[in-house]
Structures are given as C-alpha cells and as structure tokens.
C-alpha cells in the first residue's frame, strides 16, 4: 500500500498570457470554470510532478507575495518551483555553505523547465530567479546576469569545463533574446506588450541593446577560443579588464572607480599588439582574439559613461 502525502495547495492569479489566462490551463477550462484575469487559482504538485489546479471555489492558501528569501536545503527544487508556479516575481535563495554541484543542476534543472522563469544571479552562496511572466521585467538584473554569464566563461575556458560552458553559452543566449526582443519592440514601436520594462526610454532601449550585442560577440569569442597556457598571463589580464567593464556597470557614476582602472588598462592594447606580433600560428590567433574582446569591452565602456 502506497502511503499518501498530505496535499499542500498555493495559490496563483490568472494572468492573461496569450489566448489563455495561464500557460497550462486551456481557454476551454477557463471558459467551463469562469476563470477570470487575477482571480485566484490554487495549486499543487503531486508526487509524479503533474499539477493538480483548482478554482477559487476552495480558500485554502495565503496571497502570493513578490518577492520571497528561502533558506537552502537539500530537496528545495521543489519549493522553488512551487513559488514560481505560483506567481512569485522574485526568489532568493541563500545557503550558509556553498551549493554543491548536484543540487545546483537540479534547481537549474526545474527552472529551465518554466518558460518565463529564469536565474539573474548564481553565486556560490546566492541564487536570484524571477518570474519574467508575472511583473516587470528587470532589464538591468538580466544585463547584469549577461555580463556575470560571460565573465564565468573566462573561468570554464581556463579550467576546460566544456558542461559549465555549454549551459553559460546557453544562458547567455537567453538573456540576450529576451533583452533584444523588447529593446527591438520598444524602439520600432515605442510601446512594450504587458508594461514591461518600465525603466525603458529610447536611449537606454538602444544603449541596452548595443551592450548586449557586445557581449554576446565576446561570450562567441571566448566560446570559441582555443585556449593555450602560453597565452594565460595576457588572458587573465583581458579577463580582469572585463570584470572591470562588468564593475563598471554595477557601480554607475564612481568616476573615481572609473579613471583608476582606465589609468591601469591603458597600456594593456600595446601589449597584446606586442605579444600577437611575437607569437606563431594558434597561439597568435588567440592573442589576436583577446584583443577582439578588449575592443568589444572598449566599446561597452563607452556606452557605460553615458548611461543614464
């Protein structure tokens, strides 16, 4: 005999996505149950992870809240994926040690099974998720996530860790779709579907979309790099021009922060021209591509300066 688990219900609000008020009910079972936008629907996932949805007939669970902290443990997948189901914009998760591997790809895994939930910040102690398909859209943490999935890639190329690269490339190409969709919507129509994206005008919608052009070409770039430790001194120091490119964005308007690091790099181009004149067949190509990236980090930095 199959011992049952007590059901747990949460809640979720009808939202209009498409023809349907919620990516996995059908416009006919909204029809048949009078399901209308923002009224409640609670929840819950059976063992088999199949989703068991009732209508507000029952009052069995709390509002959804924005924005939720939950302490790390073995078997949080499934919370997570719980409070994006029901309609939580943002989840932090934090944990007193470090997340180990496996439990990482399994919250990984359960958040790239929901197509409008996505992580904007992993750190080794943190994990940030929100839920694109709820509220705003928070084009300045998925710029962010786009520039901390690049810099990431410096690390999996010089530890040749070819599964952490496969998943930052494809993160990367995720938050550089969603931030050219509605940098493109937003300058060819000035209008953005569902109030997304409310910190947009026209200047950042094209500043925003020019920095993602560039770090997309600089995650290809270094995707595609064959990595040679002959070239590691010049590497890290491309690397740690780009974290300060990365710093650069998060700290806005320290002009102090700006001029010191601008002082530092600025020998750092006749250098590489030096050391690519030096080398010899794919060791040259190399230099000659982390000198593309400083280029690209150039180019960023001047779109940085006048940011609003």
Known sequence: MVEQNEERYFTRKAQSIGKSLLISLPKKWTKLFNIKEKQKLHISIDTDYSLRIVPDALN???????????????????????????????????????????????????????????????????IIIHNLGVKDVPSEEILRGLFSKTLDLFENI??????????????????????????????TTGY????????????????????????????????????????????????????????????KGDDREKKAYRLYFKNLWDEGTLLKNRAEGELKFMIKELLRIFHKCSDILSIISILD
């Open 60 to 126: 069995l669970s709390e509002e959804p809240s924005d924005e939720v902290k939950v302490d790390f443990y073995p078997e949080v997948g499934k919370e997570v994926l719980e409070k994006c189901l029901s309609g939580t914009k943002k989840i932090r998760l934090i944990s007193e040690k470090p997340i180990d591997k496996e439990h990482l790809d399994q919250i990984r895994y359960f958040i790239g099974k929901l197509p409008t939930t996505m992580i904007t910040t992993e750190k080794p102690q943190e």
């Open 158 to 187: 010089r530890e040749n860790d070819s599964k952490e690269k496969d998943y930052n490339i494809g993160e990367i190409n995720i938050y550089y779709m969603l931030l050219i969709q509605y940098a493109r919507t937003y300058l």
């Open 192 to 251: 953005l579907n569902q109030k997304d994206f409310k910190d947009f005008n026209a200047k950042k919608a094209s500043d925003y979309r020019e920095i993602s052009n560039a770090l997309r070409d600089i995650s290809y770039i270094l995707y595609d790099m064959d990595f040679h430790k002959e070239g590691l001194a010049f590497f890290n120091k491309i690397e740690e021009y780009f974290r300060e490119t990365y710093d650069s964005f998060r700290y």
